[in-house]
């Protein structure tokens, strides 16, 4: 069974940073594609984003130019690095790896981010 662990989410005020990190716990994972979601309390889960095997990375527009998705193949961990938080950035952020139509999903991490 595949197991995805994050760390990294907490608390942090306006325009600060944090770094979450997602570990696979088996599996070849160069070959999985990783991403990032997040659910905010009544909203639904959205992408935040994505990196497949190749190295491609996909953002949803309200992060682009402030968050970074990156994988290092040897640790099997993918890293989603944020930076200028908002508070509307406040939401459990989930980890997600994909192989071909296998899913698995984290448990979460709390990310609030205070104005």
């Known amino acids: 069974q595949v197991q995805l662990v994050e760390s990294g989410g907490g608390l942090v005020q306006a325009g600060g940073s944090l770094r979450l990190s997602c570990a696979l716990s088996?599996?070849?994972?160069?070959?999985?594609?990783m991403g990032w979601y997040r659910q905010a309390p009544g909203k639904q889960r959205e992408l935040v984003a994505n990196?497949?095997?190749?190295?491609?990375?996909n953002y949803a527009d309200s992060v682009k130019g402030r968050f970074t998705i990156s994988r290092d193949n040897p640790k099997n961990t993918v890293y989603l690095q944020m930076n200028s938080l908002k508070p509307e950035d406040t939401a459990v952020y989930y980890c997600?790896?994909?192989?071909?139509?296998?899913?698995?999903w984290g448990q979460g991490t709390q990310v609030t981010v205070s104005s």
């Open positions: 997600q790896s994909k192989f071909r139509d296998v899913v698995f």
């Open positions: 088996r599996g070849i994972f160069s070959l999985f594609a």
């Open positions: 990196i497949v095997s190749g190295g491609s990375t």
